[in-house]
């Protein structure tokens, strides 16, 4: 029952095929594709016969309405109507294989959750991945343009008196008594025998650089401000005897790297410690600020 | 027709049904015989035939025997002829192939 039923549905796809090829070959179409037809045996291939001769009917026609040919077939009659055709159809066309590609895809993503593969590899995909831990970007406020920066660096040098004997040998050799002292106490006098000479600690001197031009620019772009202590050793000539070191921090390290960048150019502008007017090599320390003035 | 004959294009199916041909030019081979030969599918293998046959390639005639008797249409009967078996002996020795034996 089920075959005649197939036999039938093959019949009429065939039969309609015929139909609608060109006028000239239907009838011996449709003869010719029952004689085949006949002789095919399952259900599956009459059906693929049927598909197939529908599929021939829109070649075959499209090849009849090529105008070279039914020109060229006009005087010889319908036999020649196929003279010069210049190609053949593929096996498959293009759209045959498009539409095979999409069915082949979804069988295989059928497959692939039916079979308990995907589940599989869920599994197996945390086994193979590394976490890794990644800090979270804080989001930063935007630099400011620094041509519109309502602030001036500017740069401002306390000189304070961090002399420290025990690092520098001072060597005083004057008479026994002093003749003249600036750093006497207040209302009182050099015990006997002690002498006495004047001494000016030094300091930053001309040409000097300035903290504008060692300003942190990440510090400048959040107005950060603040200041340093820096030790240094300074010969009679202004010039560094040893690099700088930080004696106090300001708290910020980009302003305490700053500040010994900016003693350390600053070797040669030193203003020397002198000790009644000549200039010898001593320590002292000093205060560096940032700020940002209007 | 020999003009007819130079403009056909010659595919990988269109050899495959000149060799289905070639096996024994002086058989005449229907539509059915060419799809088990060559298991072209029928909607390649029809316009092949008759665009070969409108070439002169071959020639086709029905079967002679009557359809109320045997219990089934006529067959269509194809051949090739002797100026389509030598254009056919002469893509099969262009291509290196050799004419099939």
Same mark, same amino acid.
């Given at each position: 029952?089920?075959? +005649?039923? &197939?036999?039938? /549905?093959?019949? !009429?796809?065939?039969?309609?095929?015929?139909?609608? %090829?060109? =006028?000239? @070959?239907?009838?011996?179409?449709?003869?010719?594709?029952?004689?085949?037809?006949?002789?095919?045996?399952?259900?599956?291939?009459?059906?693929?016969?049927?598909?197939?001769?529908?599929?021939?009917?829109?070649?075959?026609?499209?090849?009849?309405?090529?105008?070279?040919?039914?020109?060229?077939?006009?005087?010889?009659?319908?036999?020649?109507?196929?003279?010069?055709? +210049?190609? &053949?159809?593929? /096996?498959?066309? !293009?759209?045959?294989?498009?539409?095979?590609?999409? %069915?082949? =895809?979804? @069988?295989?993503?059928?497959?692939?959750?039916?079979?308990?593969?995907?589940?599989?590899?869920?599994?197996?995909?945390?086994?193979?991945?590394?976490?890794?831990?990644?800090?979270?970007?804080?989001?930063?406020?935007?630099?400011?343009?620094?041509?519109?920066?309502?602030?001036?660096?500017?740069?401002?040098?306390?000189?304070?008196?961090?002399?420290?004997?025990?690092?520098?040998?001072?060597?005083?050799?004057?008479?026994?008594?002093?003749?003249?002292?600036?750093?006497?106490?207040?209302?009182?006098?050099?015990?006997?025998?002690?002498?006495?000479?004047?001494?000016?600690?030094?300091?930053?001197?001309?040409?000097?650089?300035?903290?504008?031009?060692?300003?942190?620019?990440?510090?400048?772009?959040?107005?950060?401000?603040?200041?340093?202590?820096?030790?240094?050793?300074?010969?009679?000539?202004?010039?560094?005897?040893?690099?700088?070191?930080?004696?106090?921090?300001?708290?910020?390290?980009?302003?305490?790297?700053?500040?010994?960048?900016?003693?350390?150019?600053?070797?040669?502008?030193?203003?020397?410690?002198?000790?009644?007017?000549?200039?010898?090599?001593?320590?002292?320390?000093?205060?560096?600020?940032?700020?940002?003035?209007? | 027709?020999?003009?007819?004959?130079?403009?056909?294009?010659?595919?990988?199916?269109?050899?495959?049904?000149?060799?289905?041909?070639?096996?024994?030019?002086?058989?005449?081979?229907?539509?059915?015989?060419?799809?088990?030969?060559?298991?072209?599918?029928?909607?390649?293998?029809?316009?092949?035939?008759?665009?070969?046959?409108?070439?002169?390639?071959?020639?086709?005639?029905?079967?002679?025997?009557?359809?109320?008797?045997?219990?089934?249409?006529?067959?269509?009967?194809?051949?090739?002829?002797?100026?389509?078996?030598?254009?056919?002996?002469?893509?099969?020795?262009?291509?290196?192939?050799?004419?099939?034996?």
């Amino acid at each position: 029952m089920k075959t +005649r039923n &197939d036999q039938d /549905l093959a019949r !009429r796809l065939i039969l309609r095929a015929a139909r609608k %090829a060109p =006028a000239a @070959v239907a009838q011996r179409l449709e003869e010719e594709w029952l004689a085949d037809l006949a002789s095919r045996q399952g259900s599956l291939a009459r059906l693929r016969l049927a598909i197939g001769c529908s599929w021939a009917t829109a070649v075959i026609t499209r090849d009849f309405n090529v105008p070279q040919l039914a020109t060229s077939g006009a005087g010889n009659g319908p036999k020649h109507w196929f003279a010069d055709h +210049r190609y &053949d159809l593929p /096996l498959l066309s !293009r759209r045959t294989v498009t539409l095979l590609l999409i %069915a082949g =895809a979804h @069988v295989l993503l059928i497959y692939v959750f039916a079979s308990g593969f995907a589940q599989q590899f869920s599994l197996i995909i945390p086994q193979i991945m590394h976490g890794v831990v990644i800090e979270e970007n804080r989001p930063q406020p935007p630099p400011p343009v620094l041509s519109t920066l309502p602030f001036k660096a500017t740069v401002i040098t306390d000189i304070t008196d961090t002399f420290d004997p025990d690092r520098f040998d001072l060597t005083i050799a004057r008479g026994d008594e002093p003749k003249h002292a600036t750093d006497d106490p207040p209302g009182g006098s050099l015990p006997r025998g002690v002498p006495a000479v004047v001494r000016v600690l030094g300091g930053p001197g001309r040409n000097f650089p300035t903290t504008e031009d060692y300003y942190p620019t990440a510090s400048r772009r959040i107005s950060e401000t603040g200041a340093a202590n820096v030790q240094v050793c300074v010969d009679g000539r202004g010039y560094l005897t040893g690099a700088p070191t930080l004696s106090k921090s300001s708290g910020s390290p980009r302003i305490d790297d700053a500040a010994l960048k900016l003693a350390r150019a600053g070797s040669g502008h030193y203003r020397p410690t002198t000790e009644d007017g000549t200039p010898v090599t001593s320590c002292y320390g000093y205060r560096i600020r940032f700020e940002l003035t209007d | 027709m020999g003009k007819q004959i130079k403009n056909v294009r010659i595919s990988l199916q269109t050899l495959r049904v000149l060799e289905a041909f070639l096996e024994n030019p002086v058989d005449e081979l229907a539509g059915a015989d060419v799809q088990k030969r060559t298991t072209l599918a029928s909607g390649t293998l029809y316009p092949i035939l008759l665009r070969l046959e409108s070439a002169g390639w071959f020639v086709s005639r029905w079967e002679a025997v009557d359809p109320a008797h045997v219990g089934r249409p006529r067959r269509r009967l194809y051949r090739l002829t002797p100026s389509g078996l030598a254009r056919a002996s002469e893509v099969f020795t262009s291509f290196g192939r050799g004419v099939p034996a």
